[in-house]
């Protein structure tokens, strides 16, 4: 595994690749920052030669000259905007699915979900990239060159040009100092407002069903309340300092031409020069005071870089893992055990087991037994603190995560489609053919229930599947995970949406699955699934209480259940 330093390195040199994109921005901005200074030489060349000689030829002359300069100018500004575009095109389209990895690794290792935020500053940067907001960036620097120019002409004018590019330095370091911490805030109190958003939108069947909605919009009023005193303070503050950035550049505007006019009257210096100083200043200016104007864009594209940089100095770049045969399906469980951050209490302890090619096993148990958390950390959803998941010998966690999805199956206890196709849905996004897609609806029965929708298997599920009903979901998720007749499939309550035909269909399946070989480990609380099985584990507690072949089982809990109490029985099978 990677140290945190390899992974800056490497998370550096991707970044470096686009060297040759960053060299042309590089040189166009030099040479555009050169060709600026055609308008003031110009103007100078027109006061002090053209104006004094009346020579007409010089006067088109220099104008064809400055009509060219300009032109080129005009062109290096779309090339530069053009290549920054693509720069951040390129870094949003290179990162992401980098990013994606990551968040699911980071899902497997901890157990929660992350990644949208980082999705979100990857587009942060990318249209900050791709916006005029970031060229002051890129021109500011210059104001040493247009000042050493104003020197030139006059070392007055530029003594009074430094002063002035110093006072507008010292105003953008103060628009960084004051609204730093105020856009933190904004910005946590905005995600916070966003996330309790979609849990209200995600859990609107509880918000409506229990009356919660008042309530809810009463929090959601506070939230929007404190977000828009927040941003008012933010915004006038900004609002100060932008107005006091544009009157400090036209006053100098002002003082620069008094201050030639006085020298031009004193002979020290021309007209021209005193018009030319003046449009290097208002150009030597002109880019800090858009940095104080663009300062929250430019802050928040430069925090989201760094929660990137961040990002990808803990976990690292996707790494593809050793390639191993195809698995006969041979399942070794060994001292499984698994403990939730922040919990002393496992939720999985010492849960060891195999289970032979073929072979069909129930696990049974009361409700917050841990069944649910088992499935996960079969497919390897969910990292295991203790223990391995061995498939045909080799731990779980040691497959390519794509490799291995080949030969697994998963039908979890929520079933949720993607949005797209059943087709996409059962194929898993996957480019296949036609013929494997109806071959995986066939073995899980609901070939002729996806003939009956709208479009057949073209048919849009909507976001979550909420186009299909819970019934319908749940057998399309079976042919999702019967998709290639894997060798391994874990189904977690995989009839509690189906009525007694879509059960039949589900038994069928199953036999039919076991039939080509595939060990399916099952979760359910209805008896009538067990017929179909081999073996029966009991889980209490997180640990397995007892396992063994499905008629000893079942007549050990007959003898338990007259000796003992009838709902105990109850709550271990149903």
């Avoid at 060349?45 to 088109?60: A, F, I, K, N």
């Amino acid at each position: 595994m990677a140290t945190p330093s390899e992974n800056t390195e490497a998370f550096w040199r991707l970044i470096k690749s686009a060297r040759y994109g960053y060299v042309v921005v590089f040189v166009t901005s030099v040479a555009m920052n050169i060709l600026v200074l055609t308008s003031p030489v110009y103007m100078m060349q027109m006061y002090d030669r053209v104006l004094m000689t009346g020579s007409l030829e010089t006067l088109v002359f220099l104008t064809l000259v400055c009509g060219v300069a300009m032109a080129i100018l005009g062109a290096l500004d779309a090339v530069r905007s053009a290549i920054l575009s693509r720069i951040g095109a390129w870094l949003e389209r290179t990162l992401r699915f980098h990013i994606l990895s990551g968040a699911l690794d980071l899902a497997f290792e901890r157990g929660n979900a992350f990644g949208q935020q980082l999705l979100g500053d990857l587009q942060t940067i990318k249209g900050y990239l791709g916006s005029a907001q970031v060229t002051p960036l890129f021109d500011a620097p210059w104001a040493p060159l247009f000042i050493i120019a104003i020197w030139i002409i006059h070392p007055a004018l530029g003594i009074f040009a430094a002063g002035s590019a110093i006072i507008l330095f010292a105003i953008a370091y103060a628009t960084d100092v004051l609204t730093r911490k105020k856009t933190a805030k904004l910005g946590a109190d905005q995600a916070s407002l966003n996330r309790f958003t979609q849990q209200v939108v995600n859990n609107h069947d509880i918000v409506l069903g229990m009356g919660m909605a008042s309530a809810v919009f009463v929090r959601l009023r506070g939230l929007l309340e404190r977000i828009h005193a927040e941003g008012s303070d933010l915004n006038d503050l900004v609002a100060v300092l932008t107005g006091t950035s544009k009157f400090v550049r036209l006053f100098v505007q002002i003082g620069v031409l008094g201050l030639g006019a006085y020298l031009v009257i004193e002979g020290s210096m021309t007209s021209g020069g005193m018009l030319g100083a003046s449009i290097i200043l208002g150009r030597a200016l002109a880019p800090i005071e858009q940095a104080i104007g663009s300062w929250r864009t430019s802050v928040a594209a430069y925090d989201a870089f760094q929660r990137v940089s961040k990002f990808f100095t803990a976990v690292g770049f996707t790494r593809t893992q050793f390639s191993l045969p195809e698995p006969k399906g041979a399942v070794s469980v060994e001292g499984l055990g698994y403990r939730a951050p922040g919990k002393e209490k496992p939720i999985i302890q010492n849960v060891s087991f195999e289970l032979e090619p073929g072979t069909v096993l129930a696990i049974i148990g009361p409700s917050g037994a841990g069944k649910t958390t088992l499935c996960r950390l079969l497919v390897g959803s969910l990292k295991s603190s203790v223990g391995k998941v061995r498939l045909d010998g080799a731990d779980v966690s040691s497959w390519d995560r794509s490799e291995l999805g080949l030969h697994m199956g998963y039908l979890p206890q929520t079933i949720e489609l993607f949005e797209g196709s059943v087709r996409e849905n059962i194929a898993r996004f996957r480019e296949t053919s036609d013929e494997e897609v109806v071959l995986a609806a066939e073995l899980a029965r609901c070939h002729n229930l996806i003939l009956h929708l709208t479009k057949g298997y073209e048919t849009n599920v909507g976001e979550a599947g909420s186009y299909l009903s819970g019934g319908e979901r749940q057998r399309i998720g079976l042919a999702r995970a019967a998709f290639g007749r894997p060798k391994f499939l874990v189904l977690d309550e995989p009839n509690s949406n189906l009525d007694n035909e879509g059960e039949q269909a589900l038994l069928q399946a199953m036999d039919q699955l076991k039939r080509n070989g595939s060990t399916i480990i099952i979760v359910t609380h209805r008896p009538s699934l067990l017929s179909a099985v081999d073996k029966i584990a009991i889980l209490r507690d997180g640990t397995l209480d007892r396992i063994g072949e499905r008629d000893k089982v079942l007549k050990d809990l007959g003898v338990q259940a007259m000796s003992a109490q009838r709902p105990q029985q109850a709550g271990m099978v149903g």
